[in-house]
């Protein structure tokens, strides 16, 4: 971590940048992104998985931008995107359209046809009519597609409801219970449009348990072994998906990439062992786990209102259009002080931002000391993933620019957005 604090002074740095030097010249709301942190994080994954035939797609929906498509190719990590926009932005990076993937349960015709196009590595297939719609425009442009079939593993990963993704009643994938899987295989297989190279599964996200995965990873290798005895063919690839979940808080307690490595490859072998197939190539997806940590947000606080016996409310200058998730997911975060030094007695807040419902809650619980006042900078830790990438024009909010920072240096990697970007779009 490049983030140090001076005790005496409350002088808060990162990667040797005073924070409130970064306030001042790139304005608040702001996130702030340590690119030797990210970078650290891509090479822990790299690392993880380097002694065995494995990829490390970063998964672009958590926060995508050229820059950071640059940092990821020059670590040597590929990417999973989900949307034309994001394979936009990847391919206009520089990254290799070989290593890119191509996610999603509704692709359009249009998407579809760019990807096959542009030369992509995988598609990963997500229903009966993706599978139609890619051989037809695989068929049309004289190639062969290479894809995955993601497959609903039927597991219940413990994280909120809108980010699990395995269980059987959701809308992802071919489920592995209800035969549709095997059916897809077998559709797939007389397609000469496209060439199933493997499976791909993806149970959740925010996840800090081992087990899904390992139910995750034995199911699919079970699905391989069907396979080759229904079909006599051995696919060569699988892909377990991402959803590691990191600390948002001191009571989160999350698992390093290695110790995820470690299971899966464990698991893997040993079904494949029980199963007489090959060790197939392996892929993971980590979004949150890569970028979550590496950025935090800058606000400044604009009014204070204590409520007699009830709290405190701090409003800061952004809100649920930069960090929708406390509304979305009940999500939990912390915040400091980063300004100055205070010694004052703590004083339980909830900070909450401009937004005009009282939903707009950026940290439910927090204690800030009780000599806070206007002008004070906060920083909430932990926002680098599904903040920006989610955030939204709310109330005609202006997005937050994206600062990345790096050895004393600066720079902006995504920009404000300015009045006349939102009247560019008013075309009325
Ligand atoms: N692969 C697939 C197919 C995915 O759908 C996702 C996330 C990932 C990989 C990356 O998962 P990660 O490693 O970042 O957990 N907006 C929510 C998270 C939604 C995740 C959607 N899919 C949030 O803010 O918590």
Request: proline content about 4%.
């Amino acid at each position: 971590k490049t983030v140090t604090r001076d005790e005496a002074t409350g002088a808060v740095t990162v990667a040797g940048l005073d924070v409130r030097a970064l306030a001042e010249q790139f304005g608040t709301p702001a996130y702030i992104l340590d690119e030797e942190d990210f970078r650290s994080r891509c090479r822990a994954w790299q690392q993880a998985f380097s002694h065995l035939d494995a990829d490390v797609y970063y998964a672009g929906k958590a926060f995508l931008s050229r820059a950071v498509v640059r940092w990821l190719h020059e670590e040597g990590l590929n990417v999973d995107v989900c949307s034309g926009g994001e394979l936009t932005v990847a391919l206009s990076a520089g990254m290799p359209p070989e290593r890119i993937a191509f996610h999603g349960n509704n692709k359009t015709r249009a998407e579809l046809e760019y990807a096959v196009k542009a030369g992509i590595g995988h598609v990963v297939v997500d229903s009966f009519e993706e599978l139609v719609r890619l051989a037809w425009a695989a068929d049309q442009q004289g190639v062969r597609q290479k894809i995955l079939l993601r497959v609903t593993v039927g597991v219940e990963a413990h994280t909120h409801e809108f980010i699990a993704t395995a269980h059987e009643d959701q809308k992802f994938g071919f489920s592995l219970t209800g035969g549709q899987a095997a059916e897809a295989v077998r559709r797939a297989l007389t397609l000469d449009g496209v060439e199933l190279v493997g499976i791909h599964s993806h149970i959740g996200s925010q996840i800090f348990d081992m087990a899904g995965f390992e139910v995750a990873a034995r199911r699919v290798v079970g699905l391989l072994a069907e396979v080759k005895r229904e079909h006599g063919v051995e696919l060569p690839e699988i892909d377990l998906g991402g959803g590691l979940g990191i600390a948002y808080t001191s009571d989160d307690d999350p698992r390093e990439p290695q110790e995820i490595a470690t299971a899966l490859t464990e698991i893997v072998r040993r079904e494949c062992a029980a199963e007489g197939l090959a060790i197939p190539r392996l892929s993971v997806e980590p979004g949150r786990a890569i970028v979550g940590p590496s950025a935090f947000t800058l606000y400044e606080v604009g009014t204070i209102k204590p409520l007699e016996g009830l709290r405190t409310y701090v409003s800061v200058d952004g809100g649920m259009s930069d960090n929708i998730r406390t509304a979305l997911y009940d999500a939990e975060y912390s915040v400091a002080l980063v300004s100055r030094a205070s010694d004052a007695e703590p004083m339980l807040s909830r900070v909450v931002g401009k937004h005009c419902e009282s939903g707009d809650i950026v940290v439910r619980d927090a204690f800030l000391p009780d000599d806070l006042a206007p002008g004070d900078l906060l920083a909430v830790p932990a926002t680098g993933a599904y903040c920006r990438s989610m955030a939204s024009n709310y109330n005609h909010a202006l997005r937050p620019p994206v600062v990345a920072v790096r050895d004393g240096q600066a720079r902006v990697v995504v920009r404000r957005e300015t009045e006349e970007d939102l009247l560019r779009l008013d075309v009325g």
